[in-house]
């Protein structure tokens, strides 16, 4: 039998319009000049970067356009760590990816739900972007930070995530001190792709059994 995770499913109706949205999404990254606010396009980027991934998995080889697009727009950025940028992006893509190998649902419900997911990891932190002070108490809004795609990509690039006119005062990041939480290192994306790889391995080890019994 042949392996599902193989399978280019090309021909379902809703396929095509799915690529061709994620395509459009991603070359819209051409669209925001660089020198205009890179940090609002990778946060863009991290955004959806899980979702793509999911996507992108389900076309075989030909997907691994998707973060090799990706990879090209970051290192074509001013930021200081490019290297690290592409590990954080590329990370939350092969997790995207991994999920997407493993759950044996339709392509269009697994990316909405990790758009969806995603977004709202990226939103809790500062409630939506409330302007009127700290949305949670700054233990909670610590731990809302961490797990945010956005802060992980922005810190991973070197950007001065929490002192951002847009996150500083919504998410209280005055008093959120080292004891608290300290920015993301440069490996940190690098060893999520670890972990997205890890996903990845272990959904088509688990498929291959799947259809052999």
Do not use: K
Request: aromatic residues 8%.
């Amino acid at each position: 039998m042949s392996d599902p995770y193989d399978e280019n499913p090309v021909g379902s109706p809703l396929g095509p319009r799915l690529v061709s949205a994620a395509l459009v999404s991603a070359l819209g990254l051409a669209a925001v000049p660089i020198q205009d606010d890179p940090v609002l396009a990778l946060a863009w980027l991290a955004i959806w970067a899980p979702a793509a991934g999911a996507l992108a998995q389900s076309f075989g080889r030909l997907g691994l356009l998707v973060p090799a697009g990706f990879v090209a727009w970051i290192l074509s950025t001013p930021f200081d760590h490019r290297f690290a940028a592409v590990g954080a992006i590329l990370g939350l893509t092969s997790v995207g990816w991994g999920l997407g190998t493993w759950m044996d649902v339709a392509r269009a419900r697994i990316f909405g739900v990790l758009l969806l997911t995603s977004a709202m990891l990226a939103g809790l932190p500062g409630a939506g972007g409330r302007d009127s002070g700290a949305a949670w108490p700054p233990e909670v809004a610590a731990v809302l930070l961490s797990l945010s795609p956005v802060t992980l990509a922005a810190e991973s690039a070197g950007v001065d995530w929490m002192t951002r006119p847009a996150v500083y005062e919504p998410v209280g990041a005055d008093a959120i001190g080292p004891d608290l939480r300290v920015p993301y290192r440069r490996l940190a994306g690098w060893v999520l792709l670890l972990v997205g790889c890890g996903i990845c391995g272990g959904a088509r080890l688990h498929r291959r059994r799947a259809s052999g019994s």
